[in-house]
């Protein structure tokens, strides 16, 4: 079975900080893997996604993740935090295939000006 | 491209109605969609997999019979909350994946409050 934690669900920096958003996943098989953003009230919107190519992913809004097969990890990252940059931050793992995702619980993003 | 829309944005209804919300993918066919509820600052659920042409797969815990998916097209699936109660009140989201990728695209959501 696949499951995803995201460590810490409130994470608060200083605009222009260095954002980093934590996720540890299981998988039973090599896992895709995805990073998507929530504005309050509204969908998903896909951040970044890992297929087995590169491990530095590169995504939208300056954030990129880095897949790390011996930790387990997909960490999320920005180099400057910008005030925008503040909403909900899910990550996400499924196998191949129509398999659903499975997500975190979230990490809230603030920006502090 | 790869858009999804979601229809209606909010729903207000009383309870014991029923309420149908409708997911849509705007510039692709998909095979599979998704259904998601979402609580006030949780994670997203899972609800069901609905399949264009066949039965939705429901996950353990939900209602089939509440929660009635139908996928007649490769480009529509509707949820039905069936004799909707004050707990079903939640942001609905659905998904779409188009069949060549391996991303699912996100529908903007179905805010549903039950009086």
């Known amino acids: 079975a696949q499951s995803v934690t995201q460590l810490g669900s409130h994470v608060s920096v200083s605009e222009g900080a260095l954002v980093l958003l934590r996720c540890n996943y299981s998988?039973?098989?090599?896992?895709?893997l995805f990073w998507y953003v929530q504005y309050p009230n509204q969908g998903l919107q896909l951040l970044l996604k890992?297929?087995?190519?590169?491990?530095l992913v590169k995504g939208i809004n300056g954030f990129e993740a880095e897949f790390k097969k011996s930790e387990t990890s997909f960490h999320l990252t920005k180099p400057s935090a910008h005030m925008s940059d503040a909403a909900e931050y899910f990550c996400?793992?499924?196998?191949?295939?129509?398999?659903?995702?499975?997500f975190g619980k979230g990490t809230r993003l603030s920006v502090i000006a | 491209g790869a858009v999804v829309s979601q229809h209606p944005s909010r729903v207000i209804c009383k309870s014991g109605t029923s309420v149908k919300i409708e997911c849509r993918s705007l510039d692709f066919q998909a095979t599979t969609m998704f259904w998601y509820r979402q609580f006030p600052k949780k994670s997203l659920m899972l609800m069901a997999t609905?399949?264009?042409?066949?039965?939705?797969?429901?996950e353990q815990g939900v209602e089939k019979d509440k929660f009635l998916i139908n996928h007649a097209s490769l480009t529509l699936s509707t949820l039905t909350v069936t004799s909707a109660h004050p707990e079903d009140s939640s942001f609905y989201i659905c998904s779409a994946k188009p069949s060549a990728t391996d991303t699912q695209y996100f529908g903007p959501g179905t805010r549903l409050t039950v009086l």
């Open positions: 609905s399949n264009e042409g066949s039965k939705a797969t429901y």
């Open positions: 890992y297929t087995s190519a590169a491990t």
């Open positions: 998988s039973s098989v090599p896992p895709y």
């Open positions: 996400a793992v499924r196998n191949s295939g129509n398999t659903p995702l499975v």
